[in-house]
């Protein structure tokens, strides 16, 4: 293997940090609000359509392009949907109160973005060790954009490739293969860095790129038959180390 020429890494609880604790917080932020509007609301109801709903809808999409249920690929149209079922089964058919649901949620979705604390630090390393650096994300494209320009994260990337906007999701090849493109580089050249097995690690070995990272901050087992990444780190902050580490014969 040659030198290591460009890193790629996911978004979502690889850089980003909003995890199922913040989003409830959200959840519950929003339906307190709509309450206030609403009293025949109940602010707990509501917040166990809404989840129970996203669940259902979402749940075990990872790998695929997230559609609303009208079959948009745009954050805002899934999570506008899903407010109104969940209004609609609490027996609320308000378009204005749809709406106002909407809005609350993505402001206080983009106010809970954060980064984990060894982000900013492990991309400057990075700079001065290899040519490029890439975010290959799954998800809806208004929504992965925004969490990039909300936590200033666009402005030390190269590349962005959102599977929404191109059509095809980690683990497919094909996504790893058009940022090779837009960079100019070979697989055997580039790192990938995720949180998931599934998509991330998996998607890189479908790729042929020279490794796949896991990043296991939680110290996950893995289970039998899930994919074996090259390295597997608990922070970012190992990432320079391996980087500048001889390649081997």
Known sequence: MGPIRAVFFDLDATLIDYD???????????????????????????????????????????GTIARSPSGSPEARAIWGELWRH?????GCESELLAERALDLYVRDRKGGYRLFDDVLEVLVALRERVDALAVVTNGPADA??????????????????VSAEIGVAKPDQA????????????????WHVGDSLATDVLGARNARLGAGVWLNRAGAARRPGDPDPRHEITSLRALPGLIDQPAPE
Do not use: M, N
């Open 175 to 190: 996504i790893f293969e058009l940022a090779l493109g837009r960079l100019g580089v070979g697989p055997q050249s580039v």
């Open 20 to 62: 199922r604790a913040a989003w409830h917080a959200t959840v519950r932020r929003v339906c307190a609000a709509l309450t206030a509007d609403a009293a025949e609301l109940h602010a707990d109801r509501l917040f166990d359509a809404y989840t129970r709903a996203y669940a259902g809808h979402l749940g075990g999409t990872e």
């Open 86 to 90: 969940a209004l609609s089964a609490c």
């Open 144 to 161: 992965q954009r925004d969490k990039l320009t909300a936590t200033g994260l666009d402005r030390h990337f190269d590349e962005i490739v």
